[in-house]
């Protein structure tokens, strides 16, 4: 079975320009060759005959016509190649086949003794394809052979007479070697490399969202872990908040992926919520199908700086096409009430492995 994959990956790519072999026809034809020959000396009766096709060769037949009659029997695939080509376009209508049938004829003489003779007889056949194939180039054009059949019958006359009758099956496929670009997928076995995040430091702000997430309830920071802009959750601190953002590129079925991001809390007076980060992945028509989430509370969380968190997916399931990068903060439902918030900056989601 051949190694090939389904590339899911909505990417910019790198295209290559590669000779492919386009198939123009196949095509089958008999060649009959009735022969008389005096052997050398009188015989008995022919043992057998070996024969073989040597040296075939195969010449095809060009004729030009007017474009505007191919517009109709061109393939779509390769009819903006055909567009620019002005006037009179190259047709293959007809290919000469050529050979030579090589021959062993072994027979007995009167002594009983089994001798052999050699005939050598040149043929040449016109095959008419079946439809003719309009080219974008003549010299590209490839005649492929596959290997003769040959079937010979034959009659003994008057002991060194010898009437013979030989059927030669062609098969030829023609071909024409086209340039075409063709894109180049990254292999299925390797992780990008880098963060699959836009904006992954939460510096580019409108208000209070920020650009590439969505978000709710939250509000920008200067106080930030790399000295910048950071997440603030939790503006009403006791109403949920969220950033969230949507990854497309590179999520890929048996990959596994790590989600890292830097915390700290933002003490008021009395701190009583929760964060959850969380990975989720959808299908092609945006079902839920897996993910992973981890809770911590604000006992865990650090007030007096920021802390490095971690969660590892597991592969990422069949059928994974886009991931959900979320994170939540929820306020407590037992007294005292939420009063502090929580601040995230440095976002990491990267592909660490599988398959």
């Not at 180039?137 to 290997?147: A, G, Q, S, W």
């Not at 003769?148 to 008057?158: A, H, T």
């Amino acid at each position: 079975m051949p190694i090939q994959y389904e590339y899911t990956e909505p990417e910019q790519v790198l295209c290559m320009k590669i000779v492919t072999p386009v198939v123009l026809s196949e095509e089958e034809a008999q060649v009959l060759i009735d022969k008389t020959i005096h052997l050398p000396e009188l015989a008995k009766k022919i043992d057998h005959i070996d024969a073989r096709v040597q040296d075939l060769e195969a010449e095809p037949v060009f004729i030009h016509e007017h474009m505007g009659h191919w517009h109709m029997v061109i393939p779509k695939e390769w009819d903006h190649h055909f567009k620019k080509m002005m006037g009179g376009v190259s047709v293959l209508k007809k290919v000469i086949v050529s050979g030579v049938l090589h021959k062993q004829i072994y027979y007995v003489n009167k002594d009983d003794q089994v001798k052999h003779a050699q005939e050598e007889i040149s043929f040449s056949r016109m095959i008419e394809l079946k439809q003719p194939q309009p080219v974008l180039d003549e010299d590209e054009v490839v005649i492929r052979h596959f290997k003769p059949r040959v079937d010979v019958s034959w009659e003994l006359i008057r002991g060194g007479r010898l009437q013979q009758t030989g059927v030669i099956i062609i098969r030829i496929k023609i071909v024409e070697e086209r340039q075409i670009f063709v894109q180049l997928c990254p292999s299925p076995e390797i992780c990008p490399p880098g963060n699959l995040l836009e904006d992954p430091g939460l510096e580019h702000w409108v208000g209070n969202v920020p650009v590439f997430w969505g978000a709710t309830n939250v509000a920008p920071t200067s106080t930030a872990h790399s000295g910048s802009f950071a997440a603030k959750l939790g503006v009403v601190p006791v109403s949920e908040a969220a950033i969230f953002q949507p990854v497309r590129n590179h999520i890929v079925p048996g990959r596994i992926y790590k989600l890292i991001f830097w915390a700290r809390e933002n003490f008021h007076v009395a701190s009583n919520f929760t964060l959850t980060a969380e990975v989720r992945f959808f299908n092609r028509i945006g079902q839920a199908i897996d993910g992973v989430s981890q809770s911590f509370p604000s006992t865990t969380i650090p007030d007096n700086g920021y802390q490095q968190f971690a969660i590892n997916t597991q592969a990422a399931p069949a059928g994974a096409t886009t991931a959900l990068v979320r994170f939540t903060f929820q306020s407590g439902t037992t007294a005292p009430p939420n009063a502090s918030m929580v601040k995230i900056d440095d976002v990491t989601f990267e592909c660490i492995g599988g398959f």
